[in-house]
């Protein structure tokens, strides 16, 4: 699936989501906040488990009531990922860009000064960009642009399914915390056929931000 079409299927999914929602109490979030990402790859010979890369992610997040304690919350995030990697002749960082859309259903408490969540549901990300930047101990030094695509040119296939677990607390005026960690499921790693080769994003997020009330229709 081509970037253009991802982000058109998103829209139309958030389109129809806020159309649905007309009919029920709902609200509008948004959030902004850090990842702290990392990748594992494996191939023939070798299997890598990067440390910890720190990027940003902000995103839009309208929720859906669906009875006294459940609902549905959706997002749209610009999110980053990748990870870091050092050996004994060099440092690696990668650093992959994504537009991220997790469906999550979610449990709510509540109380007065506000409600406690917990949560899960399916992402769909799309690559947008991404680049790795190297240096060698003996002093070079270096990037290079990450293509996103299914032809043997392109380094990461563009296309990610994954699974998003959620928590946090709305405070009663608006203001939100919340933590997620999201699993990607699907093998990104665009080798050549026949290889073994396998690659998968893992992320956990942290976000601060304001959800504006809905009207009950």
Not at 99 to 107: A, K, S
Not at 127 to 151: A, H, N, V
């Amino acid at each position: 699936m081509k970037k253009k079409n991802f982000t058109l299927v998103c829209s139309f999914i958030m389109l129809a989501i806020f159309s649905q929602g007309q009919n029920q109490k709902s609200s509008f979030g948004i959030t902004a906040g850090a990842t702290f990402a990392t990748y594992k790859a494996k191939s023939d010979y070798a299997s890598i488990t990067s440390k910890t890369k720190t990027g940003f992610t902000v995103g839009i997040s309208p929720s859906f009531a669906m009875g006294q304690h459940f609902s549905f919350w959706p997002a749209l995030n610009y999110v980053q990922k990748g990870g870091t990697f050092k050996d004994d002749y060099s440092n690696d960082k990668t650093t992959l860009n994504y537009l991220e859309l997790p469906l999550n259903f979610v449990y709510n408490t509540t109380s007065s000064k506000g409600k406690f969540f917990v949560g899960a549901g399916p992402s769909f990300s799309m690559g947008l960009s991404g680049k790795d930047k190297w240096e060698s101990d003996g002093g070079g030094s270096g990037s290079d642009d990450i293509k996103f695509g299914s032809s043997d040119d392109d380094d990461l296939k563009p296309f990610e399914m994954g699974i998003n677990f959620l928590a946090g607390y709305e405070f009663k005026g608006g203001f939100l915390v919340t933590a997620n960690y999201n699993a990607g499921v699907s093998n990104i790693a665009n080798g050549m056929e026949g290889s073994d080769g396998t690659m998968h994003n893992r992320y956990f997020g942290v976000r601060i931000g304001y959800m504006f009330p809905g009207k009950k229709k």
